[in-house]
């Protein structure tokens, strides 16, 4: 579709604390330019079911629109910052400001797009069954972390096959490992630490060496099922990169060992953003809080672990 008097790039991503997947989001966006008249606005709220970059476009299961449509499956022209290409997936829940030309409704497309979690096909539509409660979760224990230099004892956990995986089965190869949930609806946190991860995972692949751990700190929510899906949305190969849930006591405390917290708040799982490489040897090589890092920092970090 051909845009007339269109608006121009908005942002995806928004501004967070340095440390801390939280609750509450601040936009980061460019202000955008009028579009004319008949121009409406609405909100739509859906999941992802394919994302298309060369034709700049998303398909989007989306819920009912009040007064405006049913809910529905359909194509959108998307008009946002060309980033957003690079972190959508299928199965990503986003929320999106759809923007209509009511004079010629053939007009239409979306902007200010922000990801708000991951779904599963396995259980079902935007309406799916209720999300397991976060208020009985088990919270890692504080000052507990691992220094950079030290072993990180070892833990079993279940990856997304349902197997269990211990660190110590990675002995002899650098791991690169990472907390996250599958329902985080901050951009620029989960989701975009599984981005990196996901070129990370490219990287190491044309390297021929080097391990992936995804840790979820939901693991009532996220379990083997709900994390294989989530692999699969990455395009991750399961022998090079895991995801691990388990028990929650379990999980806690291997996050406690990589300085890594997190409690339930208002239906949202607040944690510390952390990836760490452990050396082949098993001990802590490097660690990084917040977001400033890159795929590239972790696969340097992994090639001087490699050497010793």
Not at 164 to 176: D, F, I, N
Request: glycine fraction near 8%.
């Amino acid at each position: 579709m051909n845009p007339r008097n269109a608006a121009a790039l908005l942002g995806l991503l928004l501004v967070l604390a340095p440390v801390a997947c939280g609750k509450r989001e601040t936009e980061k966006r460019t202000p955008a330019a009028a579009v004319g008249p008949f121009v409406k606005r609405y909100t739509l709220r859906g999941v992802v079911r394919k994302v298309d970059p060369p034709n700049r476009e998303i398909t989007v299961e989306h819920e009912a629109i009040p007064g405006f449509m049913e809910g529905m499956t359909m194509i959108f022209p998307v008009r946002d910052d060309p980033q957003v290409f690079e972190i959508l997936h299928e199965g990503d829940r986003i929320e999106a400001r759809l923007v209509v030309d009511s004079e010629d409704e053939d007009e239409y497309w979306l902007e200010q797009i922000l990801t708000k979690g991951f779904v599963p096909t396995l259980v079902g539509t935007p309406a799916a069954a209720p999300a397991t409660p976060l208020s009985g979760i088990v919270t890692p224990r504080p000052n507990r972390g691992v220094a950079v230099g030290d072993p990180i004892p070892d833990f079993a956990l279940t990856d997304q096959t349902g197997h269990t995986v211990r660190l110590s089965q990675m002995r002899g190869e650098p791991v690169a490992v990472a907390f996250v949930y599958t329902r985080c609806p901050i951009a620029t946190a989960c989701p975009l630490t599984a981005a990196r991860f996901a070129k990370l995972d490219s990287m190491l692949k044309e390297k021929g060496f080097g391990k992936l751990l995804t840790i979820t700190v939901d693991p009532e929510h996220d379990t083997p099922k709900v994390l294989a899906e989530y692999a699969k949305h990455l395009g991750a190969n399961p022998a090079r990169w895991k995801f691990l849930t388990g028990d929650p006591k379990a999980v806690a405390e291997v996050a406690s060992r990589f300085g890594v917290l997190y409690y339930p708040d208002a239906g949202q799982v607040v944690h510390t953003q952390a990836v760490a490489v452990v050396d082949p040897e098993g001990r802590l090589a490097a660690i990084y809080y917040g977001e400033k890092w890159e795929p590239e920092h972790l696969l340097r970090d992994i090639e001087k672990a490699r050497k010793g």
